[in-house]
């Protein structure tokens, strides 16, 4: 069975800190790899996606690849108390439009 | 302006009552999905659709049924709700060749 892992939390990190959250999964094959972020009772929103094995940035975000070792990371620098949310990690094993989702890590910044 | 609708945003039913809940975009996306997400869970898919008559189960339809009744429009149907149907729904859309998926502001539904 395809999965998705990530440690569910909660991650503490003080503000002004590098926040790093970190995702496995099991399918070799897969195609890309998306970071949303859900605050408590929301709908998930895109942080960003990644598809090539290396670093992407976005403004304070990074998303890391490693298709070797399987995983993905999504580091947020600066951190605020506004980025306090479950971090959702999701994959695409064969790139036909369905996601595998991993249940989230909750991300508390203190100020 | 949202997007992403979803109606209703909150409904609290009975054990073996019919519920339809609905999802209307505006994005012109013609893939759609129904989610549901419990506490410590992650999200699990109900049912995806790739265009008005290509519909298809996802990891979680027993007990569900869908309806694409236009490219903008997809309902989720719980013909007979049990308690266990309690959750946060979730509808999306996406379009083009990457997987990106958004969101509506879900559903909380439970089943007493």
Same mark, same amino acid.
């Given at each position: 069975?395809?999965?998705?892992?990530?440690?569910?939390?909660?991650?503490?990190?003080?503000?002004?800190?590098?926040?790093?959250?970190?995702?496995?999964?099991?399918?070799?094959?897969?195609?890309?790899?998306?970071?949303?972020?859900?605050?408590?009772?929301?709908?998930?929103?895109?942080?960003?996606?990644?598809?090539?094995?290396?670093?992407?940035?976005?403004?304070?975000?990074?998303?890391?690849?490693?298709?070797?070792?399987?995983?993905?990371?999504?580091?947020?620098?600066?951190?605020?108390?506004?980025?306090?949310?479950?971090?959702?990690?999701?994959?695409?094993?064969?790139?036909?439009?369905?996601?595998?989702?991993?249940?989230?890590?909750?991300?508390?910044?203190?100020? | 302006?949202?997007?992403?609708?979803?109606?209703?945003?909150?409904?609290?039913?009975?054990?073996?009552?019919?519920?339809?809940?609905?999802?209307?975009?505006?994005?012109?996306?013609?893939?759609?999905?129904? !989610?549901?997400?419990?506490? %410590?869970? &992650?999200?699990?898919?109900?049912? #995806?659709?790739?265009?008005?008559?290509?519909?298809?189960?996802?990891?979680?339809?027993?007990?569900?049924?869908?309806?694409?009744?236009?490219?903008?429009?997809?309902?989720?149907?719980?013909?007979?709700?049990?308690?266990?149907?309690?959750?946060? !729904?979730?509808?999306?859309? %996406?379009? &083009?060749?990457?997987?990106?998926? #958004?969101?509506?502001?879900?559903?909380?539904?439970?089943?007493?």
């Amino acid at each position: 069975q395809k999965e998705v892992e990530q440690n569910s939390g909660p991650l503490s990190v003080p503000e002004g800190a590098i926040a790093s959250l970190n995702c496995t999964y099991s399918d070799r094959g897969s195609q890309s790899f998306f970071w949303y972020r859900q605050y408590s009772g929301k709908s998930p929103e895109l942080i960003m996606f990644i598809y090539s094995n290396g670093d992407k940035e976005d403004g304070r975000f990074t998303a890391q690849l490693n298709k070797a070792s399987q995983y993905v990371s999504l580091l947020i620098r600066d951190s605020q108390p506004s980025d306090s949310a479950t971090y959702l990690c999701a994959v695409t094993p064969d790139s036909n439009y369905q996601l595998i989702w991993g249940a989230g890590t909750k991300l508390i910044i203190k100020p | 302006d949202a997007d992403v609708t979803q109606t209703p945003r909150n409904r609290i039913t009975k054990t073996g009552k019919r519920i339809m809940l609905e999802c209307s975009q505006t994005k012109g996306h013609d893939r759609m999905y129904w !989610y549901r997400q419990d506490p %410590g869970l &992650g999200l699990r898919l109900i049912y #995806y659709s790739f265009d008005v008559k290509d519909i298809n189960k996802g990891e979680i339809s027993d007990g569900y049924s869908v309806s694409r009744q236009a490219q903008a429009k997809f309902s989720l149907s719980l013909e007979s709700a049990i308690p266990n149907q309690t959750a946060l !729904y979730f509808c999306a859309t %996406g379009t &083009g060749s990457t997987d990106t998926q #958004y969101f509506g502001p879900g559903t909380r539904l439970t089943v007493l």
